[in-house]
């Protein structure tokens, strides 16, 4: 079993950085592919960024690319979201997945992950 706790969410202001983590427990972290996802009030939960097991590939959604940075330290069991530039339509309850091991499905679809914390509000205020 693998547990998932994300920190670092709160309030900021439009143009603000937040760095989002996400500690996880259990042996297969280093061999599994993480994901953020985050949802706003009234929406479906959407695909934001997500790294495979060794941090060599990574995938962005379009409205992120260039402002959000996702990487992971397999030593520490935990993944990052650097989010800068941050605008208000960033708000959302942000949520940190991870993948059973070996499951090379596609990173966007939420369907393929295993594992989901219980999430961080990140507010942007004007």
């Known amino acids: 079993q693998v547990q998932l706790v994300e920190s670092g969410g709160g309030l900021v202001q439009a143009g603000g950085s937040l760095r989002l983590s996400c500690a996880a427990s259990?042996?297969?972290?280093?061999?599994?592919?993480m994901g953020w996802f985050r949802q706003a009030p009234g929406k479906e939960r959407e695909f934001v960024a997500g790294?495979?097991?060794?941090?060599?590939?990574?995938y962005y959604a379009d409205f992120v690319k260039g402002r959000f940075t996702i990487s992971r330290d397999n030593a520490k069991n935990t993944v990052y979201l650097q989010m800068n530039s941050l605008k208000l339509e960033d708000t959302a309850v942000y949520y940190c997945?991870?993948?059973?091991?070996?499951?090379?499905?596609?990173?966007?679809?939420?369907?393929?992950?295993?594992?989901w914390g219980q999430g961080t509000q990140v507010t942007v205020s004007s």
């Open positions: 997945a991870s993948k059973a091991p070996g499951n090379r499905g596609s990173y966007n679809d939420h369907r393929k992950y295993a594992y």
């Open positions: 259990g042996r297969t972290f280093s061999s599994s592919g």
């Open positions: 790294i495979t097991w060794s941090g060599g590939s990574t």
